[in-house]
């Protein structure tokens, strides 16, 4: 009983954090909004670090989209597998 609470407690902590990071961020992006020269520099920002950094950004969405498929094969060999025990 003791474990059941302490994981409802922890999961409490976490809905609380994620819905101020969320009130925070709304906050800060309308006041950004407010300011265009803001957002420029935040674009200019963004596409330093994107352009920077895009070998690796590129490297781990391929890892992504590879793992993906790789997930919905197994599982089309599972759901395969799981029919033909049903037809037999």
């Known amino acids: 009983m003791k474990h059941a609470h302490h994981a409802v407690a922890k999961e409490m902590v976490k809905g609380s954090m994620s819905l101020s990071t969320v009130?925070?961020?709304k906050k800060?992006?309308?006041n950004i909004g407010k300011h265009p020269v803001l957002?420029?520099?935040l674009g200019l920002a963004a596409?330093?670090?994107v352009y920077k950094y895009r070998k690796e950004i590129i490297a781990n969405t391929t890892?992504?989209?590879d793992a993906?498929?790789?997930?919905v094969l197994q599982q089309k060999?599972?759901?395969e597998d799981i029919v033909a025990e049903s037809k037999e």
Not at 68 to 71: A, E, L, S, T, Y
């Open 23 to 25: 009130h925070t961020g």
């Open 77 to 79: 060999e599972n759901l």
């Open 28 to 30: 800060l992006m309308s």
């Open 47 to 49: 596409g330093y670090l």
């Open 68 to 71: 993906g498929k790789d997930f």
């Open 39 to 41: 957002v420029f520099g």
């Open 63 to 65: 890892k992504v989209v």
